[in-house]
């Protein structure tokens, strides 16, 4: 016997030992339910949304009822029990075990989908730590490999697209930290982050002009104009145009500079041998 077995054999002895007390008023009438009563009262009382009564229901049926057709189902409806009161963390797990423990239900394409619907509601906002962001494209991605005809797949592409777009505005925003404390090196890897990670983000256009910015700042002119005019060959129509070409001219001028000083530098003709 396993520990697993011994875990969930303590469980159902203590509860029946509960049941069972003088002045318990479930009694005996509760003890006997089948599987199909405690499965129709905890979806009645999840529907009810009373959810941590109806989860109690549901775990009663897959440890004492387990094997059974309704197993699955109440697993199942654990997760959705979680999920209606926001406890998406346990959600995400009854929903994976689920799919490890019954691979052969019904639930298992749903269980993995709601798995990344729980972490994307534990998604923070993007100046916070994105670890569940990243744990939700992850299963979003995994579900899709699975699952590629599955009608939720264009759901699920679209919230990935969502939780990428944050990742590159958390990226975008630290390279603009980086910018305002002159810490060009580190805004550039930013930058060049979201160019090969997040290239189909909103934040890939603003992200290309400001890496040509970081070389302009780094002296780099040569390698910020081919920059910035790989950016107005991608975005001719760009709303930050403007800024393309105010920076164009900071270049032209500080390239200017620089042939002056180095034909200044150069000895004259006449001492050419």
């Known amino acids: ?23 318990c008023s479930s009694s005996d009438a509760t003890i006997q339910m089948s599987a199909e009563e405690r499965y129709a009262r905890g979806m009645s009382l999840y529907e ?29 409806m654990m997760g959705e029990s979680r999920f209606g009161r926001e406890e998406y963390l346990l959600a995400a797990y009854e929903y994976e075990l689920l799919y490890q423990t019954m691979p052969t239900s019904e639930y298992v394409s749903r269980a993995r989908y709601r798995r990344a619907e729980s972490f ?3 998604s923070a906002p993007s100046y916070l730590d994105q670890e569940n962001t990243k744990k939700a494209i992850d299963a979003f991605q995994a579900f899709i ?10 759901e699920a592409e679209k ?5 990428n777009s944050k990742l590159a505005r958390k990226e975008y925003e630290n390279g603009l930290i980086y910018m305002k404390m002159e810490y060009y090196r580190a805004a550039m890897v930013s930058f060049e982050y979201i160019l090969e990670h997040f290239h189909d983000t909103p934040f890939a256009e603003p992200a290309l002009l400001k890496k040509a910015e970081a070389l302009y700042a780094r002296k780099r002119y040569e390698e910020s104009k081919e920059e910035l005019e790989r950016f107005l060959r991608k975005y001719p129509a760009s709303t930050l145009k403007e800024n393309a070409e105010a920076l164009r001219r900071l270049i032209e001028g500080a390239l200017s500079v620089m042939d002056t000083r180095t034909h ?5 003709a006449r001492f050419r041998v």
């Open 1 to 23: 016997m396993n520990a697993k077995t011994v875990v969930a054999g303590s469980v159902m002895v203590l509860w029946l030992l509960m049941l069972s007390a003088p002045g």
């Open 48 to 76: 009810d949304e009373d959810y941590l009564e109806a989860i109690d229901e549901f775990r009663i049926v897959t440890l004492q009822f387990q094997g059974t057709a309704l197993a699955d189902d109440a697993q199942f």
């Open 120 to 122: 994307y509601r534990l």
């Open 145 to 154: 490999e699975y699952y590629p005809t599955d009608a939720l797949v264009s």
């Open 159 to 163: 919230k990935i697209a969502e939780l």
């Open 264 to 268: 200044s530098l150069m000895p004259s």
